[in-house]
Nanobody
Framework: QVQFVESGGGLVQAGGSLRLSCAASGSTFSRSAFSIEPIAWYRQAPGKQRELVATVYSGSDIGYTDSVKGRFTISRDNAKNTVFLQMNSLKPEDTAVYYC??????????WGQGTQVTVSS
């Protein structure tokens, strides 16, 4: 089973930046599997459904939800089985618990604890 562990969240003022990290591990998890799977960052704000924020594919393709385009940057380090989310120009509406997981639902691992991001106005 694969496990994702998110970190890097915190409290920041509007306009500030944070860099989230997501490390993948597991007894049957292989580095080659990590490198070919599309991996995404998701977030869930209080009282709202979890939403897809950004996706990085095995090649150079990357996708973002419209609300974070130009402010967030997703990247991956396959050698370290880690995915990052650089968040700049943060807004109060970015406040949420952020999670990472495989993009394809049939491949998704159990959801981790996530990392809390709170943006004050």
């Amino acid at each position: 089973q694969v496990q994702f562990v998110e970190s890097g969240g915190g409290l920041v003022q509007a306009g500030g930046s944070l860099r989230l990290s997501c490390a993948a591990s597991g007894s049957t998890f292989s580095r080659s599997a990590f490198s070919i799977e599309p991996i995404a960052w998701y977030r869930q704000a209080p009282g709202k459904q979890r939403e897809l924020v950004a996706t990085v594919y095995s090649g150079s393709d990357i996708g973002y939800t419209d609300s974070v385009k130009g402010r967030f940057t997703i990247s991956r380090d396959n050698a370290k089985n880690t995915v990052f989310l650089q968040m700049n120009s943060l807004k109060p509406e970015d406040t949420a618990v952020y999670y990472c997981n495989f993009l394809v639902k049939s491949r998704q691992a159990a959801w981790g604890q996530g990392t809390q991001v709170t943006v004050s106005s």
